[in-house]
Each structure stands twice: as C-alpha cells, then as structure tokens.
C-alpha cells in the first residue's frame, strides 16, 4: 500500500524581518526556519525538539496553516487545529462566545457548534467561567479552554505546543490520555515539548530543529539520544564557562579583600621578597 503524507514540506523556509537599530536602517533578514524538507506520514505522532528559540513555535504555525511559509511550500493533507498557550482565543469574549466565534468561522452548523460546547463543558471542567471573558482567565484555565475546544473539532491533525506546560498536573495527565487515545485512532499529532520523557513516551518519532534548520527526523529514541546529549554538552559548555567566570570573580575579591586588610605595602612586600 502507498504511504499516505499528512504534511510534506519542501524546501520551506520563514524569514523575519529584523528592525534595524534605528528608523531609518533597513531591517534585516533573518530566517527563523531554513530549507525545511519533510514528510510526516498519517497516523504518525511526531515529537518536536529544540532548545530555546530554535524555530518549534514559528513550525507550529506553518503547519497549522496560520502563516505561509516565505520560500518553498507546506502540503497538509486533512484538517489542522493548533493548541498552543495564548492562541486562538478572543480575550473579550466568554468561553461560550469563543466557541461559537470559533464555529461560525469554520460553517459549522448550530447543531455541531452546540455538540462542541456540551463537549467543552465536559472536558475543562472550568464550570460557570465559561460564562466569562477569557481575559479573566488564569493561564491554566485558558490552556483548558483551548485545549478542549480543539480537541472536540476534531481535527485530522493535532499541533500541540507546550500546551501541556501551563495548567496543573492533573489536566495534563488528562490532555494526554486523551491525545494517547486519539493517537490510537489514528489520528497525526505534531508534540511540541521540552518535556523529552514525554516525548519519548508518547511518540513514534522526533523532529529536532536547531537554528531554523533540521538536524534530525527518525527513530524516537536515536533523536531523543542525540538531542539530550546535545543538551548536555551544550550545557557542560555553560556550565564550563560559568565557572571558570566564578572563579575569576571570586580571585579578584580575594585580591581586593586582601588589600582592604593587609594594605598594598603587604603586596609590594610580597613582591620584594
Ligand atoms: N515575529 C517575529 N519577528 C522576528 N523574529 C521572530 C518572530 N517570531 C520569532 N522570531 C525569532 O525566530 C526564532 C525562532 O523562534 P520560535 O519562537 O519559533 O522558537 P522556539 O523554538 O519555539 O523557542 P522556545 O523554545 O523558546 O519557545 C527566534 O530567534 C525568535 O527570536
């Protein structure tokens, strides 16, 4: 049987503008993801790695449809929805409002928009706040919300970004059951998460994106390896120079210390000697 492609990426990169130091400078460019080439295949459940700022977010958007990519293209085969903390939803509005504003953008019809609110009334447990503006919201309760309103779309593909980070540790445990049952369905699912047990644990196989561009797509647990070594050695490298900064500053204040004592006579003494 042919592999069927939930999304192929050819060659697509995302440039950002950026400002220059002033007005009248032109910005420069900068490519937040470069030359991206991939192909997620349906019902896989991928996992996203990368330290910070390395272009998960800015992949997250593209493959949820949000922004197009500047150069080459994205092909998503199926129905996206991304559920990502402080996104989608409208702060002026409830949670109900959202759903129906969520709805009417999509044509659902009156029936399934009400289907979706019995569905999110179940799932956030958030009780009468869904009859509040969203931006009274706590972070936890927006995660819920979004989260939920998304997961009853039901979407052929699931972009989770961080998502899971906010709300407590219950309501994740939850979130993820269901991603693991839907997963079970069949259903692609893109896992953003610095969590790598997690990702270890809920994924067939890794993404890991460094610098805008791909190192790695395959075996979860190979990926996983290479990217906590990475981390590791990425961080022995800091933690190298951290200390080897201590120290200077801790023999300058001895130095200092010194003097303020014995007085620069001692030093010079020292020196004679
Ligand atoms: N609107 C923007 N304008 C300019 N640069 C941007 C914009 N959005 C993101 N970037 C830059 O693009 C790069 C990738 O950002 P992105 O948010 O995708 O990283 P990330 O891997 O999700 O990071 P984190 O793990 O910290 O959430 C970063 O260098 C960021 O500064």
């Not at 492609?5 to 060659?11: E, K, M, S, W």
């Not at 075996?219 to 981390?231: L, M, S, T």
């Not at 201590?246 to 130095?255: E, N, S, V």
């Amino acid at each position: 049987m042919e592999t069927e492609y939930a999304i192929v990426a050819r060659h697509a990169s995302k440039i950002y503008e950026l400002r220059g130091k002033n007005k009248n400078e032109q910005g420069q460019k900068f490519y937040a993801l470069k030359d991206l080439n991939f192909a997620i295949e349906k019902g896989e459940v991928v996992g996203v790695l990368g330290t910070n700022g390395s272009g998960k977010s800015t992949i997250s958007i593209i493959l949820a449809g949000i922004c197009d990519p500047d150069e080459g293209e994205i092909t998503v085969n199926g129905t996206q929805a991304l559920i990502a903390i402080n996104t989608g939803l409208n702060q002026q509005l409830t949670g109900m409002e959202n759903i129906e504003l969520k709805g009417a953008l999509l044509g659902l019809s009156k029936r399934r928009i009400n289907e979706i609110k019995a569905g999110v009334i179940e799932f956030a447990e958030i009780g009468d706040f869904l009859y509040q503006p969203v931006k009274t919201y706590s972070s936890g309760m927006k995660s819920r919300l979004g989260f939920s309103i998304n997961l009853c779309l039901n979407p052929d593909i699931m972009i989770v970004d961080e998502a899971l980070s906010v709300g407590d540790k219950g309501f994740a445990a939850k979130c993820l059951n269901k991603m693991k049952e839907l997963r079970d369905e069949g259903k692609t699912i893109v896992f953003i998460s610095h969590n790598l047990s997690q990702v270890r644990d809920f994924c067939d196989s890794a993404m890991w994106i460094e610098g805008g561009m791909l190192r790695e797509y395959g075996d979860i647990d190979e990926v996983c390896n290479d990217y906590a070594e990475y981390v590791d050695y990425y961080n022995g490298l800091k933690k190298k120079e951290k200390d080897a900064e201590r120290d200077r500053k801790f023999a300058k204040r001895i130095i200092k210390n010194s003097k303020r004592t014995f007085g620069d006579k001692f030093f010079s003494a020292i020196r004679t000697r």
